[in-house]
């Protein structure tokens, strides 16, 4: 594993093209700067334990390996989306009383983020709990159908096999991709395409003083016809938002309808280029500076790299803020939110690796607290108690032990 480890990312500094080859020279020279940071730390922590003649938990020898999903060999692709369908083939642990529409595992998360997105989005909690957080890509990335710790535990156990999509890489035409392309080792297909839809139109959240953003239709709009999720329902939602009319109880009861997506370039080319990808990696010397580039300056109409993901995916459920985990390629986004500050971090430990910054309610309404690592987050049925703050944020630390490459 350790060979496998170093040579990896000795290799991986060598991947550019096209005309963006600068950009991407620069940015993939800099991620691999970061991830070799992270082994030699763990290497450094893994003979000082040794000294006091403990061992440790996660070394380069065990610990797992997280890889773009549009890289891997077919096989791989092919034995990740199994694991998906396994898992929304087991039956739900959230019980029917709390959430009438739940039907599998796949649910857990679902509910989580719709109790938790209003309370945890653009706050001190977004990037540690409730959209982008170790817990998150790790059950995202374990086989991407629910978020958090409470899926990590089950969905590692199950399938162990996690995941990112690097926007960039496919920012250009992601319909094209690997991902998206439809075939039996994708993620699915773009949506079947329905000409002349009108793309979406997102008001802003009640407080916000973000303008109304109109995103031109992608090359799909329909339900998805191809590939491992073809015959997928999606059960919970919409709760709202630009999804429109809220579905049955709330958006919490059975509301059967087919995967829908609307995957094309537009916001990926605005906002996860990979000029973009590079200033959010070096213009961001503190956590506020990266949550705010990520997410896109309160007020300015910038969705971020993080919306601008999600928008690529749109659909239903992947345009509603609330219940979006409902598409499993939801989680291979949020393995790349997650690979990005593990490595922002990486780039500045001493001051990143538990900085926070912001209060525990959306746009602070209503007032709260601010965030600490003493708070606790809460992972819903799958994973059991809440964990705190402070042993969530490090890959190698606390419950995990991974790398991305």
């Known amino acids: 594993m350790k060979s496998f480890v170093l040579s990896a990312l000795a290799g991986f500094a060598c991947l550019t093209s096209g005309a963006r080859a600068d950009s991407a020279a620069d940015l993939t020279a800099l991620l691999a700067q970061a991830s070799n940071n992270v082994l030699a730390q763990l290497q450094a922590d893994e003979a000082a334990l040794a000294k006091r003649g403990i061992q440790a938990s996660c070394t380069i020898n065990n610990i797992a390996i997280r890889q773009e999903f549009g890289s891997l060999s077919p096989a791989q692709r092919k034995s990740y989306t199994d694991a998906v369908l396994c898992l929304q083939n087991k039956t739900a642990l959230t019980p029917t009383s709390l959430v009438p529409g739940v039907r599998s595992r796949q649910h857990i998360r ?63 035409a992601p319909q094209d991709s690997p991902i998206f392309d439809g075939s039996a080792y994708s993620m699915g297909d773009r949506g079947e395409y329905i000409p002349g839809h009108p793309g979406l139109t997102l008001a802003p959240p009640a407080g916000s003083s973000n303008p109304t953003i109109y995103l031109p239709p992608g090359y799909g ?85 993080h919306g601008g993901g999600h928008f690529t995916i749109a659909g239903d459920p992947g345009a509603d803020i609330f219940t979006s985990p409902g598409d499993p390629a939801f989680y291979l986004h949020h393995g790349q939110v997650d690979r990005l500050w593990t490595l922002w971090q990486a780039l500045d430990p001493v001051n990143r690796q538990y900085a926070l910054s912001g209060t525990n309610t959306m746009l602070n309404s209503p007032p709260s607290a601010n965030t600490t690592l003493e708070d606790y987050i809460n992972v819903g049925y799958a994973a059991g108690s809440p964990i705190q703050m402070k042993n969530v944020m490090s890959t190698v630390q606390g419950p995990f032990c991974y790398i991305y490459i």
């Open 110 to 172: 679902i509910r989580l983020s719709s109790s938790t997105t209003v309370e945890r989005s653009s706050d001190g909690t977004e990037i540690t709990s409730g959209n982008m957080s170790k817990l998150s890509a790790t059950s995202a990335a374990t086989q991407v159908t629910n978020q958090f710790v409470s899926l990590q535990t089950s969905l590692q156990i199950e399938a162990n096999y996690p995941q990112y999509w690097d926007w960039s890489k496919w920012a250009n």
């Open 221 to 305: 709009g329909g339900c998805v016809q191809t590939g491992p999720f073809s015959n997928m329902t999606v059960n919970l939602g919409p709760i709202g938002l630009s999804t429109g009319v809220p579905g049955p109880d709330g958006g919490f009861g059975y509301n059967p309808r087919c995967l829908k997506r609307d995957v094309g370039p537009y916001p990926s080319q605005k906002w996860c280029n990979y000029t973009r990808i590079f200033e959010l990696m070096i213009d961001t010397p503190t956590i506020f500076d990266f949550q705010n580039n990520l997410e896109g300056p309160p007020g300015s109409g910038d969705l971020g790299p």
